[in-house]
T-cell receptor, first 111, second 114 residues
Framework: EPEVTQTPSHQVTQMGQEVILRCVPI?????FYWYRQILGQKVEFLVS????????KSEIFDDQFSVERPDGSNFTLKIRSTKLEDSAMYFC?????????FGQGTRLTVV | GQQVMQIPQYQHVQEGEDFTTYCNSS?????IQWYKQRPGGHPVFLIQ?????VVKKQKRLTFQFGEAKKNSSLHITATQTTDVGTYFC??????????????FGQGTILTVHP
């Protein structure tokens, strides 16, 4: 069964450092998303990406965040200068029409 | 902005008991989705409800979408330990575009005691 894959599964970084979270969406999917989930809390939308551009972003997705789809398969989330409050599980998701398929997530810990 | 409220936050049941989680939106929805997240896992799509008043069943799970399309519920009959996890409702952005974001409820954490 096709799945969304994310790497790494766990990333520890020092405050102020840049991190890149990587995702390989399902190959025939058209819409791509990043969500985050702070431990024990709900899943929060960060950004959606369609037709090689951002289609929507949340208030959380400030200038420190960026997304790229550098080739036909990868979809990356970059955080330029991490803060302690960026610690969370980051989920990539993709879909064709209705069902959003989520990756296993990257647990980002900022120390 | 759109808000999706979900109750209860936690539910502890004995195996075999029923479970229900409720979801309410501040706005009328084009559709609503339900996801399950196992402990340590990622959200997994369960169902999308579109028509007002619809009731859909998946084995022991029953999903309802209110007549006014502002509330929904998920009911599990005779819970099993495999039902453990967090159940989220999720609403599309206003306008319900295909590529739109999902606004998740806070989730209901279900614990099933054997």
């Amino acid at each position: 069964e096709p799945e969304v894959t994310q790497t790494p599964s766990h990333q520890v970084t020092q405050m102020g450092q840049e991190v890149i979270l990587r995702c390989v969406p399902i190959s025939n999917h058209l819409y791509f998303y990043w969500y985050r989930q702070i431990l024990g809390q709900k899943v929060e939308f960060l950004v959606s990406f369609y037709n090689n551009e951002i289609s929507e972003k949340s208030e959380i997705f400030d200038d420190q965040f960026s997304v790229e789809r550098p080739d036909g398969s990868n979809f990356t989330l970059k955080i330029r200068s991490t803060k302690l409050e960026d610690s969370a599980m980051y989920f990539c998701a993709s879909k064709v029409l209705t069902e959003a398929f989520f990756g296993q997530g990257t647990r980002l810990t900022v120390v | 902005g759109q808000q999706v409220m979900q109750i209860p936050q936690y539910q502890h049941v004995q195996e075999g008991e029923d479970f229900t989680t409720y979801c309410n939106s501040s706005t009328t929805l084009s559709n609503i989705q339900w996801y399950k997240q196992r402990p340590g896992g990622h959200p997994v799509f369960l169902i999308q409800l579109v028509k007002s008043g619809v009731v859909k069943k998946q084995k022991r799970l029953t999903f309802q979408f209110g007549e006014a399309k502002k509330n929904s519920s998920l009911h599990i009959t005779a819970t099993q330990t495999t039902d453990v996890g967090t159940y989220f409702c999720a609403a599309p952005n206003a306008g319900g575009t295909s590529y739109g974001k999902l606004t998740f409820g806070q989730g209901t954490i279900l614990t099933v005691h054997p």
